[in-house]
Structures are given as C-alpha cells and as structure tokens.
C-alpha cells in the first residue's frame, strides 16, 4: 500500500501522522486486484490443476484469489479451464453475461486458447475468445499451477493499469452483453444471422 | 481372418449355439455373426445358459472405408460379454445393417446397460434400436446436423482421411484452420440452412414417474435442473431432475457438455498419436488410460515383447495412480457432503507428492504419456525408486489410516451415507456397473483377478468387496482398495529388476495386422477397455474406448429415484465420474 500513499499534498503538518492521500484508481485497482473472486467453474482437465492451485501446495489465498463462487453473480473473474464445446459454449456465455461488471476472463490452456489438440473435432469451440473477449491466456496442456499463478499476476497487472475514467462499464452505451449462441444444426451465432440468412438467401435464387 | 463370412456349413459352430444353428452367420476375427432377428435369442441364452450375464462393450462400425468389408453391409454393431462368475475370455458377437434406414433390435430389455451405449450409438452413427425407451441423442444435441462418427461425414476442418497431414509433415506449410472455413469457425450446416426458418426440436425428458409412498405428500411436482455449471457435479455435467418435494421422482442426465470427438479424432491419428489422447479421457488417472490402450495395441501386434523392468513399471504407475485416485474421490465425494475442502485438501497433499513422482518419470505432472508399445518412455532413476520406496512404506498407509480416522466412523458421514444409493447385486450386473461401484454391491468381479493381464498375477493382494450396496460401501471399498494397491506397490517396488524400460522401438508408424480386438483393464473407476478395428494401415479404423464413468452413470437414476434431492450429490459422488471420460 505504501507505493501508492502520496506523502505531500498539502497537508498540515499536525495532521500527517494521521491523514494520507492518494489517487482514487490506486486504491480502487489495488483493492479490485487483491480480491478477483473467480467463479468455481471447470470445464476440463484443466480444471483438476485449478483446484491443484487453490489447494494447500500452491494456495491462491496468497492472490486474495481463494473465495471461489459458485455463483457468477458473486464473482469477478471467470476461469475458462478445459476445452470448451459446442454443446457447453451457450452456457459459458450465459455465464458470462451473469457476471457483474467488472469481469475478467482467463483462457486457461491450449483448448481454451485455440482449441488445442482437439481443434479439428466437430463438437469443439475453436477458443473461446471466437465469442467472448478474453483478458489473458495462459499457454499449456495442462497449464502448470505456476502458470497459473503467472496468468493471475499478469491479470492483476492488467487490473493495475487500469483507470476509473476509462474503463468502459462505468459509460452508459456499453453493457457488455454477449448474444447467447444457439444451438441449431450447428452453433449458431446470433451476431451473425443476418449474413447467414442473406448467404442462404443467395443461394437459393442462384440455384433458381 | 477372411471378409467374407463363412457359410454355415463351413465352420464349426460354438458349444454354446448349437441349439441354434440358424442364428450365426458366420465368423470373422474372433466376433461371431449373428442374424439381427436372433441377436436377443442369442445374448439371453448366453446370459441365461451360459453365465455371460455381464454386457462389457457395446460399439458401432461403420465398414464403408473397410478395404476388407466392402462386400458387406454398411454398418455393424459390436456386443462384448464377459462372466463375472467364470471370468476368462468375453464372447463377442456383431449384427450388421444395411446403409437405408439402420435398424437393429435393442438389448436394453436384457441388459439395461445398452441404454447409453445404444444412445450414443444411434448419435454417432444414426443406427436406430427398435424397443429402446429413449432412443435420443446423448453426447451431441438434438437437432444437430448428421452423424458424425460416420465415415464420410467430414468436419468443418477436415484436411485429409488420416493423419500425418501433408500439410504439417514433413515441410508442409500449415494454413490456419479458420482460413479455409466459409464462417471462419469450425461450423457445419446443411446446404441453403436459413436460421430465420429454423425451429429448435422440443425435448421432453421423462422425470415423474410414480411410487408407493408418494402419494401422502401432496405436493406440486416441478422440475429442475442441475449443471451443467454445478459445483457438485465434478465437470460439465446435467442432471434433470424431478421432484416433488425434495423427493426425487424421476433423473435423467444430459451429457456431452464435454464431448470433445475423442474417437473421431482418434481415428485420424497414428497408433502412436493416440497415447498422448488416452491422457485426457480420464484426467485424473491419465496412467492407466496409457496402460490400457498401450496393452490393446499390444494385443494386436505379433511381436512385441516388453521388458521385465517395463512390466513393473507400468503396474507401479497404475497401483500409484489408483490410490491417488481413491483418496481424491473420498476428498470429493465428502465436499459434495458439505465437509467443503478439508478431507479433499487431505487428499489433494498425497496427490501432489504422487504428481512429483510422475514427473519425475515423466516429464509431466498429470499427462504423463508415459507408456509406449514395447515398454516405458522413459526409465526411472534409483533416486526415483527411493522417493517412491519412502512414500509406499512411510507416508500413503499413514494418509490412509488418517484419512480413515477423520472420516469412517464419523456420525455425520455414516448418516448422509448408509442405506443411500442402494444398488442390488443384480442390477449392478444388469447395469454395467464396474470397479468399486460393482465391488461396492457385493459382485467380486476385479479383472486384475479375474481376467489377468500385465503381471498382476504374481502380486498378493485381496479381492475386495463390501455388502453394503450403498454410498457408504462405496466409499469403504475405495479406502480398502487403495490398501491393497499399497500393498501391490511395496511388492512390485522390492522385486522391480533391473535391465531396459523398452524393448526394441516400433517404427513411428506402426503398422498393425488386420484384426479386431477387446482389451479391458481394471482402472480406477472400473473396467477400461478399448476396442480397436485394424485395416491393416497405420491408422486404426475404429478405435472406441469403453469408459467405466460413462457405463457407470446407466445406474445412476435407479440409485436416485426416492431419496433427497441433497442424496443425489452423494450418489453421483460416489460413482465417482470424469467427464473427460463420461463423453469423451
């Protein structure tokens, strides 16, 4: 806390024992970073070194991390470990959207990223940032915990940089709402129905 | 060995079909053909007759692509069946169909088991089962486009029919995926689909049956919904669940929330490809998913010989596994009770110091890839034997006797579990119920025991069983089972010998013999078994994987139905599931 604390603001001399000042974004980032609530929310093997991180040996209680919440409505950071799939990806964004502002998502491993090494399957989401955006990735199949706890850091450093006047959920226009994919013959992204209907629209008039 | 079935009258019929010699076809690779018509004759009088009354596998083929099965029809399914009585060997039989309208009878009437199997059956391959009672699709939606398992149905990303694609090996240039694809994204749809004349099908799921003693309550019944984002559920999965009350009267379960095209991949991968794969089917014993598959190919390779040394190790790593395994479903299957974290934070230490082990021989904590056809990857250090010497001798007994004094005879564990989840010794059978769930119910049936493989029968260890039938037999059983791997492990650590962890390496591309075959280990969550069809190409054909979780889960609305909604958790618990393994 020290780092943030601004000794020299003008205040008397009497009061300095007793009054500090300091930006309003140092106080507000360091208390959102210290406590990033995820959401317990596993989807894959990753999800079995998730809980290897939050157990005794790794600990996240040492990131403020450790209240994992069941509910999205509780908590602020959403964890995507393990491979994401067609069938599942409606409720990931569900869960998403359920999520109060500020959230954050992590990509965790190969699958979530990409797809990983089960990208050409059928029923796979090729990375889940095709449909909601993703703050930081962390590389690996499974990640280690240690990358995991990397990922965290680089996350709070995000949260850190960030400043009050800027961020985009306090403005009016941006609720950050992700349409619900839907689930027809193959997933369909609701952003994209227009385009697909006018393709299909085409298509049947070239066909006569 | 040959394609064609033989007439009848050329081969020599088995014992067990002489009463009915119209009923086979013929024989092919070891699998006897059966007529469509006869296929329940034929399976009740082996379950009734001959003792075979434990229904393993249940796979579909597709032969389209098959070089040597042109000249039959189009689609086959495969049947297993084992005697947990007898032991031994299983009897395999196939009925095929043909490409128009896939019809075969359905084995559920006989063997409940077949419910999932058949489902996932008629999802992947669009094979319709006359007689199921719910003959929808299980791992994919329903209204989802084709059948995917089928050979010529192609993915988004399809390149080419099997794998090493050109395009990556050996100087390929490799093109991102999403830039071949018409919507950037991995998507199939029909020709000319219009999403604004589309119509999500219904689905109605069967929760309110009636039974005695529900009558008094006189309360509304509502459905709800669990999962598939739960933190009970131990993944992705979804239990519909009916009530009235908090009583359950009806449970049907979603899966396929992490179907993430195993076989089909599989299937376009190298012999070798697939070890890495068999990883993350079960990802918490990714060891014995290794063990079983490396044994499976090894089966259908003529000449492999592993090495002593490999030998023993392979059953460390897989008794290490287990152990690790059991402790960390009772530390799981207590926070489902609401004993939130400490027992699983008691297992979860144990797990991490069996980790070190693993990737000290490994490389990789929990996706090992450690086996390989003809031995280990890699050998262990003497250092590797002492850590791990130190560990059986001095430190899992004692996490097990802890473990055991924390919990066993604790008030609150023994009224959450004894007498709920009842599963009858019979239906446990009927149900393909497998490993401490079967064993949990009174059914000796261990395949390290029964139908040995590896070196398992040179080791002293018990069969164990427990009577109790319920969650709390469960639970007993994997504490006494995890003592006898114990037990397994000071054995194999004292005699492990000395000498190379690999025998003579197989060539990259394996080229395995035309032939099919069944192999089934006892992993930790039951039997796992593969099932793999060789044309006789670097690539296996078909490649199916008989998960123990999967089959497990037929049983679970039984052991449900009339207890508490908050007993469901329990049960579900003490099944003790992976998803990575339940959809594969």
């Known amino acids: 806390m020290s780092d943030y604390i601004k000794q020299d603001a003008g205040i008397p001399q009497a009061l300095r024992r007793n009054i500090f000042t300091t930006a309003v974004d140092a106080v507000y980032n360091w208390s959102r970073s210290s406590s990033t609530w995820p959401v317990m929310f596993g989807l894959a093997c990753c999800a079995i070194e998730m809980v290897?991180?939050?157990a005794a040996r790794y600990d996240m209680s040492r990131f403020g991390m450790e209240v994992m919440r069941a509910s999205p409505r509780q908590s602020d950071l959403m964890i995507v470990a393990g491979t994401v799939t067609k069938k599942m990806l409606p409720n990931v964004v569900r869960i998403y959207n359920q999520m109060p502002e500020p959230r954050y998502v992590i990509a965790m491993g190969a699958c979530a990223t990409s797809g990983g090494p089960f990208k050409d399957g059928y029923n796979v989401v090729s990375g889940i940032d095709k449909y909601i955006p993703v703050d930081v990735y962390i590389p690996g199949c499974p990640p280690t915990p240690e990358s995991l706890q990397h990922g965290f850091m680089k996350l709070h450093q995000k949260m850190r940089g960030q400043s009050i006047k800027e961020v985009p959920w306090y403005r009016k226009d941006d609720t950050g709402e992700?349409?619900?994919?839907?689930l027809g013959p193959d997933v369909i992204d609701p952003r994209r129905i227009p385009e697909m209907s006018k393709a299909a629209r085409l298509a049947k008039e070239a066909k006569g | 060995m040959s394609a064609m079935p033989a007439a009848v009258g050329e081969m020599e019929l088995p014992r067990w079909a002489e009463d009915m010699p119209d009923a086979i076809l013929g024989v092919e690779d070891g699998v006897w053909i059966v007529k469509p018509d006869s296929l329940r004759a034929v399976v009740r009088h082996l379950k009734e007759s001959e003792g075979y009354n434990f229904l393993a596998n249940v796979a579909g083929v597709d032969n389209l692509l098959h070089p040597k099965r042109q000249d039959v029809e189009r689609f086959e399914v495969v049947y297993h069946l084992y005697s947990t009585e007898k032991g031994g060997d299983y009897i395999a039989l196939k009925a095929r169909t043909g490409e128009e309208d896939p019809v075969l009878p359905s084995l559920v009437p006989i063997?409940?088991?077949a419910d999932f199997q058949e489902r996932e059956i008629w999802d992947l391959y669009g094979i319709k089962f006359t007689g199921h009672p719910n003959l929808r699709r299980i791992l994919l939606w329903d209204g989802f486009f084709g059948h995917p398992m089928r050979k010529d149905y192609r993915e988004a990303y399809y390149e080419e029919e099997h794998k090493p694609f050109k395009s990556r090996f050996p100087e390929g240039s490799y093109v991102r995926q999403e830039d071949r694809t018409p919507w950037e994204n991995n998507l199939v749809f029909p020709d000319g689909f219009d999403p604004d004349h589309w119509n999500a099908p219904e689905i109605y799921y069967e929760v309110g049956q009636d039974f005695k003693g529900l009558e008094k309550l006189k309360t509304d019944r509502i459905v709800i919904n669990v999962g598939p984002q739960h933190p009970s559920t131990h993944g992705v999965l979804r239990m519909v669940v009916g009530l009235e009350g908090e009583t359950i009267t009806g449970l049907e379960l979603e899966l396929g929330y992490l179907h993430r095209n195993h076989e089909k991949i599989g299937e376009r991968n190298t012999y070798l490809m697939n070890i890495p794969f068999t990883d993350r089917l079960d990802y918490i014993t990714s060891m014995t998913n290794n063990f079983g598959?490396?044994?499976?190919?090894?089966?259908?390779l003529p000449k492999v010989t592993v090495p002593e040394r490999a030998e023993y190790l392979r059953v460390i790593m897989a008794e290490l596994t287990r152990a690790m395994n059991h402790l960390f479903a009772i530390?799981?299957?207590?926070?489902?009770?609401?004993?939130?974290y400490t027992p699983s934070l008691y297992a979860i230490e144990e797990r991490e110091l069996i980790l070190d082990l693993f990737e000290m021989a490994s490389g990789s904590r929990m996706m090992c890839n450690y086996m390989r056809f003809g031995g280990v990857a890699h050998d262990v250090s003497e250092e590797w034997v002492k850590l791990a010497t130190e560990l059986v001798y001095n430190r899992l007994p004692r996490a097990i006797d802890e473990m055991e004094a924390l919990l066993t005879t604790n008030e609150i564990l023994l009224a959450r579990?004894?007498?709920?989840?009842?599963?009858?010794?019979?239906?446990?059978?009927?149900?393909?119920?497998?490993?401490?769930?079967l064993r949990g119910s009174g059914v000796p049936y261990d395949i390290r025991k029964m139908d040995p493989y590896s070196i398992y029968d040179r080791f002293e260890f018990d069969l164990v069983t427990e009577e109790g039938c319920d969650v709390y037999a469960r639970y007993m059983m994997r504490i006494r089972e995890a003592r006898e791997s114990v037990r397994i492990l000071k054995q194999a650590l004292r005699d492990l010998p000395g000498g190379p962890a690999m025998g003579k390496p197989l060539p990259y591309m394996v080229k395995v013999p035309a032939n099919e075959a069944y192999t089934h280990i006892e992993a930790p969550k039951g039997e796992l078994g593969f099932y793999i069809v060789s044309d006789g190409s670097p690539n296996p054909y078909r490649y199916h994987v008989r998960a123990p979780s999967f089959v497990n889960l037929n049983s679970m609305a039984t052991m449900a139905v009339g207890h508490k909604i908050a007993d469901a958790m329990i049960i579900l618990g003490s099944i003790d599931i992976v998803l990575g393994e339940v959809d594969r």
Do not use: H, Q, R
């Open chain 2, 331 to 340: 530390g799981f299957l207590l926070n489902d009770m609401g004993a939130f």
């Open chain 1, 178 to 182: 992700v349409p619900i994919p839907i």
């Open chain 2, 293 to 300: 598959y490396v044994l499976a190919v090894e089966k259908l």
């Open chain 2, 111 to 113: 063997f409940p088991t």
């Open chain 1, 52 to 54: 290897a991180t939050a």
């Open chain 2, 417 to 437: 579990t004894k007498n709920v989840g009842y599963l009858a010794p019979e239906d446990a059978i009927a149900y393909g119920a497998s490993g401490p769930v």
